[in-house]
C-alpha cells in the first residue's frame, strides 16, 4: 500500500460526516502501486476480509467496491462471480461506479496508530498536520501492522519507517502479542 484513508462514499449527500452520513457508506479508499500489488490481489483481500452472504441492516455498513475505471469494475465482477461459486450463495455487494469519496474526521483515521500514543506521537512530530499524517505511507503500514496485518517483508519494512530505536522495539512487541 502506498496510503489509505477511511471515509465515506456511494451516497448523495455532499460533505457526510460521522454524526451526518446521509446514504453513504463507511468505506477505505487505498492507493496502491500496481507494479507491486495487482488490483485482483486487494480483491482478494477484500473478499477474503468479510462474507457478505445476508442483507445488510444499514446502507452505513452494506458491502460495495467502488472501482475507478472500467477495468476495475470488470474484475470486480469476475472477481464477486467467483466469490459467489466459491461459497455457492449470492453475495451482497454491490459494485457501483462515480462515487464520490469523502475522507472522515481525522480521528477516525488510522485508528489503531492513534490507540498507541507513544508511536502516534513520534508519527504525528514527522508528518504534522492532518493531510500529512493521512497521506503517510509509513502511517498506513504502521496501522495495518498494529490491526494485525503483516507479510514476510514487514521486518525489512520497519526498518525504513523512519522511527526512532525505541519506538521500533515497542512496534516489534506490539506485533509480537
Do not use: C
Not at 23 to 35: F, K, L, N
Not at 47 to 72: L, M, N
Request: charged content about 25%.
Amino acid at each position: 500500500m502506498v496510503r489509505t484513508r477511511v471515509g465515506y462514499a456511494g451516497g448523495s449527500k455532499p460533505g457526510p460526516t460521522y454524526r451526518a452520513m446521509g446514504d453513504h457508506t463507511e468505506s477505505i479508499e487505498i492507493v496502491y502501486d500496481p507494479q507491486r500489488v495487482s488490483y485482483e490481489q486487494l480483491l482478494d483481500v477484500f473478499w477474503s476480509a468479510h462474507r457478505p452472504v445476508s442483507k445488510p441492516w444499514s446502507v452505513q455498513y452494506r458491502s460495495a467496491v467502488f472501482p475507478a475505471d472500467e477495468a476495475q469494475r470488470a474484475a470486480a465482477e469476475k472477481s464477486k462471480l467467483a466469490r459467489e461459486a466459491q461459497l455457492g450463495k449470492p453475495l451482497f455487494t454491490s459494485i457501483e461506479d462515480d462515487a464520490v469519496f469523502w475522507s472522515a474526521e481525522t480521528y477516525h483515521q488510522k485508528y489503531r496508530l492513534q490507540g498507541n500514543s507513544d508511536i502516534m506521537a513520534e508519527i504525528a512530530a514527522m508528518y504534522p498536520g492532518e493531510d500529512a499524517f493521512v497521506g503517510s505511507t509509513a502511517a498506513a503500514r504502521i496501522n495495518g501492522y498494529l490491526a494485525g496485518y503483516r507479510d514476510a517483508g514487514t521486518e525489512d519494512t520497519l526498518k525504513q519507517l523512519g522511527l526512532s530505536d525505541e519506538q521500533l522495539t515497542a512496534l516489534r512487541s506490539r506485533l509480537e502479542r
